[in-house]
Nanobody, 122 residues
Framework: QVQLVESGGGLVQAGGSLRLSCAFS????????MGWFRQAPGKGREFVAT????????HYADSVKGRFTISRDNAKNTVYLQMNSLKFEDTAVYYC???????????????WGQGTPVTVSS
């Protein structure tokens, strides 16, 4: 059974940084494409970033490009999201997801974590 557990969310002031982690278990993590999504109150789930299983390919939403960095450590079965220069509009619950190929659509991911909340104060 695949399990994803996010951590690292919290309250931060605008301009600050946070690093989210997602621990993966239950199958071969090194072959999974990993993604980060977020969902703000009253809004749909939004693509943030994705990373291929080799870590060679990464993609970002325009709204976070240049501020967020996705990375993975296959030896630790963990994917990270480094978030810098945080803005009020980054406030959301952040979810990691595992799938077969890189995609902007949440429908293309098979497994999801429970989410970790990020609140950015202005």
């Amino acid at each position: 059974q695949v399990q994803l557990v996010e951590s690292g969310g919290g309250l931060v002031q605008a301009g600050g940084s946070l690093r989210l982690s997602c621990a993966f278990s239950g199958r071969t993590f090194s072959k999974a494409t990993m993604g980060w999504f977020r969902q703000a109150p009253g809004k749909g789930r939004e693509f943030v970033a994705t990373i291929s299983w080799t870590a060679y390919d990464t993609h970002y939403a325009d709204s976070v490009k240049g501020r967020f960095t996705i990375s993975r450590d296959n030896a630790k079965n963990t994917v990270y999201l480094q978030m810098n220069s945080l803005k009020f509009e980054d406030t959301a619950v952040y979810y990691c997801a595992a799938g077969t190929w890189s995609s902007w659509s949440p429908n293309d991911y098979d497994y999801w974590g429970q989410g970790t909340p990020v609140t950015v104060s202005s």
